[in-house]
């Protein structure tokens, strides 16, 4: 019988990067232009199957509804994270310099580091390109990360982005027991 595995894991990074349109496409499985109304602030669920690694997942997917502004909220929002997916936006190079800024309130929340992904979002935009796929790469291997460039428009690696933080999860879980 596959191994049955529970993660909760947290959507960060800059505003406006793709955060609730990844979530909504993997989650759901389609795009909305207009994101006003977001995701309210805890969680969507989706059931994930791994056959290569004889496993299913239920993902516990939290996002924010626009920035946490007291810290009980960021405190609830963290809380049992096991995996981050850290979000910028090619088209703003600031987006993608505030990844730091990020991982560092994570992992203070947390009081521990868990993997991420790095997540290169709008890959579709390749006009408006500004973030060349070697930055992003490079940040991601330097730090011991996972890289990933993902469409929520299109659908492009959306689903890899979750199933690659949800392989790396199981091999971490299967390390330590
Ligand atoms: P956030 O949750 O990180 O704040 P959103 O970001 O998911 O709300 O997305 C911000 C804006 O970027 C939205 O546009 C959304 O449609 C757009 N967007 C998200 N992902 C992609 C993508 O992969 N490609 C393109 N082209 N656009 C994307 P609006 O206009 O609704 O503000
Ligand atoms: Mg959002």
Redesign the pocket.
Known sequence: MPADYRFKCV?I?????????????FTEGR??????R?IGSDFAVKRIELPDMDAGVTLQVW??A?QPRFEFVRQSFYRGARGGVL?Y?V?RRRTFMNLDSWKKEAFDALGTEIPLVIVA?????ADSRVVPTEDGQKYADENGHLYVE?????G?NVEETFATLCRNLISQTKDSS
């Not at 795009?31 to 006003?36: I, L, S």
């Not at 979002?121 to 935009?125: E, R, T, Y």
């Open positions: 959507m990074g800059d505003g406006a990067v793709g955060k609730t349109a990844l979530t909504v496409r795009f909305e232009a207009d994101y006003k977001t996002d924010l626009g979000v936006d088209t979002n709008k890959v579709d935009l993902s469409s929520a428009l299109t492009e």
